[in-house]
């Protein structure tokens, strides 16, 4: 069974750096398209960041240019979301999403992603 178990969030100070990863299961998932999105309360689910199954082509919310990096290791079957210069409007739930489908550039809208994590919290202090 398809499993994406997402880990590393929880409550850093404004500035700091946060390192998100992703492991994928139940299936290879090296040839799948895979994304990070997020979800602050009361607002909808946005696209965060989003890799090809290469770790070739990204792309990237205008808000995450710059500070946020997407990569993969496909031999673990993870992916990684690496966070810099956070500040409050970071605070959201974090999910990995995965599409079996090869995609380039990487898709935005999470109708395009099959499989889901349930998600991890990052809480970002002043």
């Known amino acids: 069974q398809e499993q994406l178990v997402e880990s590393g969030g929880g409550l850093v100070q404004t500035g700091n750096s946060l390192r998100l990863s992703c492991a994928a299961s139940g299936r290879t998932f090296s040839r799948a398209t895979m994304a990070w999105f997020r979800q602050a309360p009361g607002l909808e689910r946005e696209f965060v960041a989003g890799i090809s199954w290469s770790g070739g082509p990204t792309a990237y919310a205008d808000f995450a240019e710059g500070r946020f990096t997407i990569s993969r290791d496909n031999a673990e079957n993870t992916l990684f979301l690496h966070m810099s210069s956070l500040n409050s409007e970071d605070a959201a739930i974090y999910y990995c999403?995965?599409?079996?489908?090869?995609?380039?550039?990487?898709?935005?809208?999470?109708?395009?992603?099959?499989?889901w994590g349930r998600g991890t919290q990052v809480t970002v202090s002043s």
């Open positions: 999403a995965a599409s079996p489908a090869i995609i380039v550039p990487p898709p935005r809208g999470s109708d395009e992603y099959r499989f």
